[in-house]
């Protein structure tokens, strides 16, 4: 499933979407980013709470597929420059991480097999 | 402690130093993502490149948060990469305790963005193949951090060792 079939599935809002195509492979929650940064694989969504700059880099050398932002403020307008000019998908939802994580998990489960 | 320097092999292919400025926290991950676009461009292996920017970046991290500032010099041999961390201080005071997994003294604005979770040391350590970690009290800390391009040479399937 790619990043647009799951953004449209989970009701997500663009905050910058340069790759819609990425392929989701898993997801991952965390709102550090040394675990992150150790435990998250490529092409996984990156659920979190954080929405600055940092969220950015990491998404791009950890090569994942998207970053979903759960509730929170908007981020700065900054973050979502660096994440279009990085090649980085950045979206947000009202929900919160929980039950991002439960609905991406379920979409996720599903396979394309069995779909 | 780790063993020294590898022996001086293979033909250097690329060098260059970048500076990380005390405090710069909003561009951490800026020499990172730089250094990944190089080795990329070199063509160096992507798993070598993916373990290179995971020391990059954590290295970057300690030097923005907790030093007077300091540099990153990247080494591309054709055997290997290395990257060499060197800041002014204020040095490390217990070189145990930061490589255990959990152990941070991030101050409180680093943790509310994510950082301290005690795993930066740990994280640099466990993606290298060749870690030394020398630090100086009152001085500066100097790490230097290898990173094999032959598959034989690596430790580990990529994943390095797991506390």
């Known amino acids: ?5 799951v953004a449209r599935a989970l009701g997500l809002e663009a905050v910058a979407f340069p790759h819609p195509e990425a392929e989701v492979e898993g997801g991952f929650c965390s709102d550090l980013l040394s675990r992150a940064m150790a435990e998250a694989s490529p092409g996984e969504a990156w659920i979190t709470y954080q929405r ?3 969220v950015v880099a990491v998404a791009k050398l950890k090569e994942l597929s998207m970053v979903i932002l ?9 973050v979502a420059a660096r994440a279009e000019e990085e090649g980085v998908n950045l979206l947000r939802s009202g929900a919160g991480m929980f ?4 609905r991406l998990y379920t979409l996720l489960s599903r396979g394309p097999r069995n779909r | 402690m780790s063993p020294s320097t590898p022996a001086k092999r293979g033909r250097l292919l690329y060098r260059r130093t970048f ?14 993502t730089q250094v990944r676009r190089i080795l990329r461009g070199l063509g160096v292996e992507p798993e070598v490149v993916r373990r290179v920017s995971i020391i990059c970046f954590e290295g970057e991290t300690n030097i923005a948060i907790f030093t007077k500032g300091g540099r990153i010099t990247l080494m591309v041999w054709e055997d290997r990469v290395e990257l060499f961390f060197s800041d002014s201080g204020p040095g490390i005071e217990d070189l145990e305790l930061v490589r255990r997994p959990g ?14 979770a005690g795993m930066g040391i740990p994280n640099m350590e466990k993606n290298a193949d060749v870690f030394v970690l020398r630090s100086r009290p009152g001085k500066g800390t100097a790490i230097r951090a290898t990173v094999w391009r032959s598959r034989d040479e690596r430790k580990g399937s990529g994943a390095g060792t797991r506390a």
């Open chain 1, 99 to 102: 039950e991002l994580a439960g």
């Open chain 1, 1 to 5: 499933m790619n990043a647009r079939e």
């Open chain 2, 19 to 32: 500076y990380v400025p005390a405090g710069a926290i909003a561009d951490v991950g800026a020499v990172s």
């Open chain 1, 52 to 54: 600055h700059l940092n």
């Open chain 2, 103 to 116: 152990y941070s003294t991030a101050p409180d604005w680093a943790r509310e963005l994510g950082f301290g």
């Open chain 1, 70 to 78: 759960a509730r929170g403020p908007e981020p700065e307008p900054e």
